[in-house]
Structure formats: structure tokens, C-alpha cells
């Protein structure tokens, strides 16, 4: 994490120059995630979404997402440790891919719902255990609404089921978060990850689940960057404060 200053400078100068030729703001955009977990937030039609995750280990992870009929999202990711600085890089097994479909829009009173798969973990890939630190959701349902106060306030709620089961806990999942902007400009994510999946004695929880929290700050024009602090209540080991995590994000049409 100590070149995720560097990386964020470059890519903010490069995402002002695709911006210029972009439609609308990332402020009117739907999330499509609270932080790790999916929400039923999509891209629309003709549009496209390039995500960069930065973690510990010098990893990096991209992705790229395209709009369908503003109902579909299709989307492919690969990335992997040790990729800044002299040491070797550790590639992903597996490139990730994500089908997302929402067939229920919000209503005033119903939330929206979506459902889909996901195979993209997230952080480091540990090949002894065949799972990513944080499983890939994996199946999924997930209703999110939205309303008005003070602002924008956006709640999420899911299930899942990770393929990633090697660990011997192949347990279902649950999910929940919100996002509450903040200004016109920032906004403020939660999100707690029960991980069930992720909790016998050989996977790596030790039961209390993930607890995230993470500010978004749209720089206009679809170029969005974010930081993170994940597992605050330390579920896993070797977490002190928390494990800070940088993302950006870049939504553009075709």
C-alpha cells in the first residue's frame, strides 16, 4: 500500500482525461457494490465500468464491466500480489467473472432486487486453501432501496453462496449494508459480512463475521476513488487497525 498514493495521482489525471468525453456523474450513478459484497445496483445500457483495487501485498486487482439493456451486467476480473516493487508476481488462479440480472425494479415501496453470480474474491489468493482472503460471493439475491434523508440513503441486503468450499465450510451466507451521502460529493459505505461461509476451524474467521466501513469521494464526470478499512472487529489474523484498502473507479459510455 505504500505506491497506492503514486497509482491514485496517476489514474486521477488519466480518469480526467477519459472524463472529458463522458456523459453524466458518478454522483447519479448506482453503486454496484458496498464494499465487497454486490448490491442490485447496475451500469446502464451502452455503458462500461473500469474498477481498480488496490490491497496489501502490493496487489492490484482489475476489472472491467459492461451495461446490457440496463438489466444486465457482464463482467471479467484478474489480478494477483507483488506488483509493485522487485518481487515476483503472484497471479490470481483463476480470472473472476460476474453475470448480474435485476429483474425487479424499486418501486416507492418495494426495494430492487437482483440476482447473479460472482467468482471474484477478494485480496490475496491462497492456493493451499484454493480461496481468495475474502471469498467471492459466489450465487447470490440481493435488495437494495434507496430514500431520502438528509440526502441519499441506500440500504442492502443479501445471501449468498461462495464456490470457494475447500476450506470444508460450505455453509450458505449472509450479508447487509448501507451508503449515506454526504454533501454532494462524498459519501460514507457499511457494510457487515455475517461470513458463515467462513467459519470452521479450517477456514481462516473465527466467527465474528467482517465489519467494513468506507468513504467515496466522486471527482465528477463517472471517475469515482474510495478507501477502505475492512475487518475492523478482527475476524481474521495479523489485522490491526484494520486492512486498508484503496479503489477506484471509472464509468464511461460507449
Same mark, same amino acid.
Given at each position: ?7 491514485? !495521482? ?10 472529458? %468525453? ?16 454486490? !448490491?442490485?445496483?447496475?451500469i ?42 522487485s ?6 488462479k ?31 489468493y ?11 460471493? %459466489? ?9 431520502l434523508?438528509?440526502?441519499?440513503l441506500?440500504?442492502?441486503? %443479501?445471501?449468498n453462496?461462495?464456490?470457494e ?11 447487509l ?16 459480512? !455475517? ?18 466501513i %468506507?468513504f467515496?469521494?466522486?471527482l465528477?464526470?463517472g ?29 464511461? !459510455?460507449?
Open positions: 500500500m505504500k505506491h497506492a498514493l503514486i497509482i491514485l !495521482t496517476s489514474l486521477f489525471f488519466i480518469g480526467n482525461l477519459f472524463a472529458q %468525453g463522458s456523459v453524466g456523474s458518478s454522483s447519479n450513478l448506482e453503486p454496484r457494490f458496498i464494499i465487497d459484497m454486490p !448490491t442490485a445496483g447496475l446502464g445500457h451502452y455503458s462500461y465500468a473500469i474498477d481498480i483495487d488496490c490491497y496489501q501485498s502490493d496487489g492490484v486487482l482489475f476489472g472491467f464491466t459492461i451495461g446490457l439493456m440496463n438489466r444486465i451486467n457482464l463482467s471479467a476480473s484478474y489480478g494477483g500480489s507483488n506488483l509493485i516493487g518481487s515476483k508476481p503472484a497471479w490470481n483463476y480470472p473472476g467473472i460476474s453475470l448480474k440480472i435485476r429483474p425487479f425494479e424499486e418501486s416507492q415501496i418495494f426495494p430492487a432486487f437482483a440476482i447473479g453470480i460472482d467468482t471474484q474474491g477478494k485480496e490475496n491462497i492456493d493451499t486453501l484454493n480461496r481468495y482472503l475474502i471469498k467471492s460471493p %459466489g450465487f447470490y439475491i440481493v435488495a437494495s432501496k434507496n430514500f434523508v438528509a440526502g441519499y441506500s440500504v442492502h441486503a %443479501g445471501v453462496y461462495s464456490l468450499r475447500a476450506d470444508g465450510d460450505k455453509d450458505g451466507n449472509l450479508y449494508g448501507a451508503e449515506k451521502s454526504i454533501g454532494s460529493f462524498i459519501s460514507l459505505n457499511a457494510e457487515y459480512n !455475517t461470513a458463515i461461509n467462513d467459519s470452521d476451524p479450517k477456514a481462516l474467521g473465527k466467527g465474528r463475521g467482517y465489519l467494513n %468506507g467515496r469521494g466522486s465528477g464526470r471517475f469515482t476513488i474510495g478507501v477502505n478499512l475492512k475487518d475492523i472487529i478482527k475476524n481474521q489474523d495479523k489485522v490491526s487497525i484494520g486492512n486498508r484498502t484503496v479503489m477506484i473507479e471509472y464509468i464511461g !459510455t460507449f
